[in-house]
């Protein structure tokens, strides 16, 4: 099976890849989502790629309690990120681990998964298709300081 749920043996390469995703969270707030993730498996899920004795994809959800844009039920499964290594794209690893998420959220109960994606994150959109969502709205953020 190359796609299995993270546990506390693959925080470092796992840690890895999600520096690679979100590159502006510094390593020790990494290592402290991981840790609160792996605490809470009813409300958070990791889910790995590993090929050939490396993890090269990664896929995390939550359960979202608060109201989800474009969902009709809550609470919701959502898909927080996804990342794939460059040289293992386009062979069908998001799907893989995206299907384990829905597994994992058929589990705990919940009839939505949704997911979100920068409007210019076209690869995205085009991957969030493909397996199966459909796009509900697009928003701007705004924020101001008091
Ligand atoms: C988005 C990402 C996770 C997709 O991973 P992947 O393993 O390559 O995706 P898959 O092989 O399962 O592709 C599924 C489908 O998505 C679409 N897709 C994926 N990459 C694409 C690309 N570069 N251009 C157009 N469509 C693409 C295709 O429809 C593809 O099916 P096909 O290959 O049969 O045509 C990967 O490109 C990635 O890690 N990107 C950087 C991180 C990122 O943007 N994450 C999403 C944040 S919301």
């Keep these: 099976m190359k796609v299995r749920r993270a546990t506390v043996d693959d925080s470092?390469?796992?840690?890895?890849?999600?520096?690679?995703?979100?590159?502006?969270?510094?390593?020790?707030?990494?290592?402290?989502?991981?840790?609160?993730?792996?605490e809470a498996p009813d409300?958070?899920?990791?889910?790995?790629?590993?090929?050939?004795?490396?993890?090269?994809?990664?896929?995390?959800?939550?359960?979202?309690?608060?109201?989800?844009n474009g969902c009709e039920t809550s609470p919701v499964g959502f898909l927080e990120g996804i990342f794939v290594v460059p040289e293992h794209r386009r062979r069908g690893v998001a799907g893989q681990l995206v299907a384990a998420v829905e597994q994992w959220a058929r589990e705990i109960g919940v009839r939505e998964l949704a997911s979100d994606a920068d409007l210019a994150n076209t690869v995205s959109h085009a991957m969030h298709r493909h397996l199966g969502f459909?796009?509900?709205?697009?928003?701007?953020?705004?924020?101001?300081?008091l």
């Design 12 to 38: 470092a390469a796992w840690g890895r890849l999600r520096l690679q995703l979100w590159p502006d969270t510094p390593v020790d707030a990494h290592s402290g989502e991981q840790a609160a993730m792996l």
């Design 134 to 145: 459909e796009e509900t709205q697009r928003v701007v953020y705004f924020r101001k300081e």
């Design 43 to 68: 409300r958070f899920a990791a889910f790995l790629y590993e090929e050939g004795g490396s993890v090269c994809g990664f896929a995390e959800a939550s359960l979202r309690r608060d109201s989800v």
